[in-house]
């Protein structure tokens, strides 16, 4: 254990993740494979047209479908997710040698022909979401709406996963979710009064709930033992969140469901609240 301290302590550079899913017969997830870098530890890259961690353009078109390099063991079902409920046409890609991230990482999607290429499962998320407005024909009332999914999505990135996932050296070893943290009390109070990070009801649900929901609903599938119950606000929010078709869509069924089962044994919304009603 001492040890372990020291290497942390000592540990600057954080590699990336290892995750591996299984999916057959109710096998969630064992072990660790590719997770893509986080987007502050990009550097710019030389590749024509790419920022570190971006997107190049928006597309001009959403009537062809944005295709999508990725698989079941990586951060990929949650840019599924994302576009599921947003209604986006998208497809996966087939032959994985063509992936055109520059550290060849997963997620990485590609629109408008290949002349828009994102990487980075935030920077995806936010593309899809501004992508979706484009769809609407958004005006600018929807500025404040935007901002605030993209505030979310960062915070996702950057606050919540390290909190989500203790690492050393590049491997993840348990969750900070085991132990009080007080960025998620605060998140569990925000979830006390509202049901959806930006507000109540159907229409309040966003990409934002998408980021936050999928990384939170990560954790009981790669630590079955987690007991999130001090959190029972936050507990209610990941089963409003894994409840959902295209959830279930996206990371499958069997996935869904172990989920839903794993959270009702916690507790969360014992006594459910009628958001917007009261």
Known sequence: ????????????????????????????????????????????????????GGTVRLAASVSEP??????QGSRSPLVNWGAFE???????????????????????????????????SGAILSYLQRKAE????????????NAGISSWISWANASLDPICFLEIDGKVYDTGLKKPNRRVDALNRILGGQQYLLGDGEDNFSLADVAVGAYLLYVPQFFPDVDLSRWPDVVRYMKDCASRDAYAKAFGPNVQQSLLSKLDAMGGGGKKKIFGMF
């Open 1 to 52: 254990m001492i040890n372990l301290k020291m290497k942390m302590a000592n540990h600057k550079i954080r590699t990336e993740k290892i995750f591996t899913l299984l999916m057959a017969t109710g096998a969630l997830f064992s072990g660790v494979t590719s997770f893509e870098r986080r987007a502050s530890s990009f550097a710019p890259t030389a590749r024509k047209g790419i920022k570190s």
């Open 66 to 71: 944005v295709v999508l390099y990725g698989s």
């Open 86 to 120: 947003l209604g986006l046409p998208l497809r996966m890609a087939e032959d994985m040698q063509k992936n055109p991230h520059p550290f060849g990482q997963i997620p990485c999607l590609v629109d408008d022909g290949g002349k828009t290429i994102v990487f980075e």
């Open 134 to 145: 484009e769809k609407d024909d958004a005006g600018p009332a929807v500025a404040g709406r």
